[in-house]
């Protein structure tokens, strides 16, 4: 009888320590994971991973984090035309939450080139075009909406954060670099303009001139009006969603005529004012 009970407690004490240290070793799995992955993001904001590392970080469990995956193919080689552009567009994103406030290990930002040992992880989610975005959550299932749908949305910066935020719950704003062009684009015609007006400065008698205010108020009108300016402010979209049908319709076409409908009014103007 004693020797049953010993030996009961026996194994109810190997089974204990074998659950124990079980649980043990996840936990310590998962911490170590996260470690691992937030040491990588110090040094990089996008995470490049082979499939085994994709397999080891982004889907074995448990897991407390979410991670975006970028499937790509940026070899020049592939022929993925757009690629260099939605992986500049991810790194926007990425810096984003990178550079945020809110920053924790809630979220990664990973990469998979199919190129850098990432054959088995496009074959595994039956991945046939780049680019191609995948949220893992951290519970539970993916679902059909984890997959962002590039077609409708673009690649661009601002419709993928908005995706992020709605699939991870996580505050994201993009914070894009400014864009430098239109500054040296511009740059140059006003400083000649400061440097003829100060040359020409007893010529300045002209600005009292009616005539001069005129033409500048209607080339200014003619800017404003011409949709150009329009799009300037606002970005054209990508593509533009029927409100009761919920298609997608490309506006694209419609826009492009109506700016040389706007181009003709203005030549139009333009003549009568020369005649
Ligand atoms: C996830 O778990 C690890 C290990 O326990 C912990 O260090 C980390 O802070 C947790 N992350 C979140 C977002 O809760």
């Known amino acids: 009888m004693v020797v049953y009970i010993r030996g009961l407690w026996i194994i109810a004490i190997a089974f204990w320590s074998v659950l124990g240290e079980r649980s043990e070793k996840g936990s310590n799995k998962l911490e170590s994971r996260v470690s691992q992955l937030l040491e990588w993001n110090s040094r990089r904001s996008v995470i490049t991973l082979s499939s085994d590392k994709f397999?080891?970080?982004?889907?074995?469990?448990?897991?407390?984090?979410?991670?975006?995956?970028?499937?790509?193919?940026?070899?020049?080689?592939?022929?993925c035309s757009i690629c260099k552009d939605a992986y500049d567009e991810y790194q926007i994103v990425a810096?984003?939450?990178?550079?945020?406030?809110?920053?924790?290990?809630?979220?990664?930002?990973?990469?998979?080139?199919?190129?850098?040992?990432?054959?088995?992880?496009?074959?595994?989610?039956?991945?046939?075009?780049?680019?191609?975005?995948?949220?893992?959550?951290?519970?539970?299932?993916?679902?059909?909406?984890?997959?962002?749908?590039?077609?409708?949305?673009?690649?661009?910066?601002?419709?993928?954060?908005?995706?992020?935020?709605?699939?991870?719950?996580?505050?994201?704003?993009v914070m894009r670099p400014p864009n430098y062009t239109l500054l040296m684009i511009w740059l140059p015609v006003i400083l000649l303009a400061f440097i003829i007006g100060y040359l020409k400065r007893e010529n300045l008698h002209a600005i009292y001139e009616p005539k001069y205010w005129a033409i500048a108020s209607m080339a200014w009108i003619f800017v404003m009006i011409?949709?150009?300016?329009?799009?300037?402010?606002?970005?054209?979209?990508?593509?533009?969603?029927?409100?009761?049908?919920?298609?997608?319709?490309?506006?694209?076409?419609?826009?492009?005529?109506?700016?040389?409908?706007?181009?003709?009014?203005?030549?139009?103007?333009?003549?009568?004012?020369?005649?």
Request: aromatic residues 14%; charged residues 20%; proline residues 7%.
């Open 55 to 79: 397999n080891a970080y982004v889907r074995s469990k448990p897991r407390n984090y979410s991670s975006v995956v970028m499937f790509t193919a940026l070899k020049p080689g592939r022929g």
């Open 95 to 173: 810096n984003s939450w990178r550079y945020s406030n809110d920053y924790s290990s809630k979220l990664f930002f990973i990469m998979v080139d199919i190129d850098e040992d990432g054959v088995d992880a496009f074959q595994q989610l039956h991945i046939t075009t780049a680019p191609t975005y995948f949220h893992f959550p951290p519970l539970g299932k993916r679902k059909p909406e984890d997959q962002y749908d590039v077609s409708r949305n673009s690649y661009q910066a601002e419709p993928l954060t908005k995706w992020v935020v709605e699939r991870t719950g996580v505050p994201v704003n």
């Open 226 to 275: 011409s949709g150009q300016m329009w799009n300037n402010i606002r970005g054209p979209p990508f593509a533009h969603k029927d409100p009761h049908t919920g298609a997608t319709v490309s506006i694209g076409l419609v826009l492009l005529t109506f700016i040389r409908y706007l181009h003709c009014v203005y030549l139009h103007h333009r003549c009568i004012w020369l005649r």
